[in-house]
């Protein structure tokens, strides 16, 4: 070990007590071993119980890593649900993808800290993960492009929430605090109140594989663009968020999700590269459109409610025709849209709204 590393163990042990972590191994990189007890490690498998606790887990650690945004995607096929998370966080080192899911393995030499969801920064966290799924692996990763991680588990032997496509509804606390309201405990819900807490930090977006690499073409802005894009040999080179973006054609971009661990077929990247899968907006974002009004306020009881009402079906059939027909000003202006259009009926009038992405 090197004079450097050696001090900076010296340092963390010096801080002193019984109870502190101590650094045992070095790995360089800021990944470090840290001293746990016995005790901690056998308790680490315990505090996954559900599938959802492993979503939070995964958010968690993309977060401490320094992700602006996070991208989870998950399907389900009989009893087995695959979840990958992908951020563009620090990265990982390739001698440090199999270690990182190893006990007590870390790069948090601060120690732990505590946030809503208990400690963390223990360096026990994956390794609970990886002992309560089927499989978890790094599938890319490297420093300073990001991360993406896939676990596999066995929905008969860790819990999930039966349902698991009831979106929650926000509401306000005694103290007139957004929180999330109602809806089921399920991996929706746990991705919206971590990207309510941590509101600024992170952008959260969920969806199923498909979903959120059309997301990731659409929302990541490419460091990378035109004709810089020749001199680069292999897609890897790209940080993580931005391979599906520079991929050519259907081929390239089925072989690049795969290679992140969201599989799909090449009929799906070609309706992906045609549009017909729109991206998501950031969990964020599509719980306040859908806020429960009524949980914010009392309701007006004497307010004269008369008015057109369009069921939610012909909103959403209408919103899709007006994007088709806004083609025509797209094409001549170079406009994008940055959502589908929104509709809003109020007293005597139909309201359209185009949201332009200001940063093509």
Known sequence: MSDSASSLVDFVASMGGERSLRVEENYGDGFVRLRVA?????????DIRCIEDVVIEM????????????????????ATRYLTVLDDGCGIPQEMQDKIFEARVTSKLESVHMDRWGIHGRGMALYSVRENAQSARVMSSAPGLGSAIRIVTDAETLAERK??????????????????????HNIVRTCCEFALEERGRCNVYFGSPAEMVATARRRVKPTVEGSSLLFIDDLSELPVLERMHAAADASELMRVSGSLGLDMSERTAHRIIAGQIHPQRSVLKRLTHKSDKSIERAV?????????????????????AVERDFRILAEKYYLNLSDEPRIRVSRGKIVVTFDIDESD
């Open 163 to 184: 349902d698991q496509s009831t979106w929650p509804t926000l509401g306000t606390d005694d103290e007139g605090n957004q929180v999330v309201a109602t809806g089921p």
């Open 59 to 78: 958010l968690r650690n993309s977060r401490d890593a320094g992700a602006e945004n996070i991208f989870v995607a998950t399907t389900r096929e009989g």
């Open 300 to 320: 007006d009881l004497m307010k004269d409610r008369r008015g057109l009402k369009i069921s939610k079906g012909d909103a959403e059939e209408f919103s899709r």
């Open 38 to 46: 016995e005790a901690e490690r056998r308790q680490a498998k315990h």
